[in-house]
């Protein structure tokens, strides 16, 4: 009995000193449970240098849509400053019966006659842009291209087609609200 307690005890004796903690101790190396806690620690840095850069991608986003905000508003005001660049349809007496889906559109024409308008049309669809004639509760019917639900590419279209064959210089923006 004395034997196999000695030789239990020589085993259990060799299977610590023969553990990899035993031997790592012994070399000045981490333990298994340092080395998960060292890693714990680095992803733990990790996941916060992940959030502070989707935290600062929110920032940005949110300040580009406020100066994109700012910059429609400033642009509605400065059309609306340049007198007849920009119409809402109210002052007209509203639309009649035609329905718009977009919010802005380019208007190349407005004329009594629904002859000249759609003589208008034909020259603007044979120019390669979907036209519309819109009708107004006082009897104007206007000829509009482009329909777009950003002012800004609005604006940046009518520039571009001020002065064309298809566009005159007197063109203006059709807001639909």
Known sequence: ??????????????????????????????????????????????????????????????????????????????????????????????LYTTKLESRYHIVVGAFRGRYYAERKLRSCNDAGYTATIVSFRNGLLAVAICPSNDLTETVKTLRQLRGTGVCPKDSWILVNE
């Open 1 to 94: 009995m004395k034997k196999t307690l000695v030789i239990a005890a020589a085993l259990a004796a060799g299977l610590l000193v023969s553990s990899c903690d035993f031997l790592r101790t012994l070399a000045g190396r981490p333990t298994s449970a340092q080395v998960e806690q060292i890693r714990l620690e680095r992803l733990a840095a990790e996941e916060a240098r992940h959030q502070a850069r989707m935290d600062s991608m929110a920032r940005v986003e949110k300040a580009m849509a406020d100066s994109l905000a700012a910059q429609e508003a400033r642009l509605l005001d400065s059309l609306a400053q340049a007198k007849g660049t920009i119409l809402n349809p109210a002052k007209l007496g509203g």
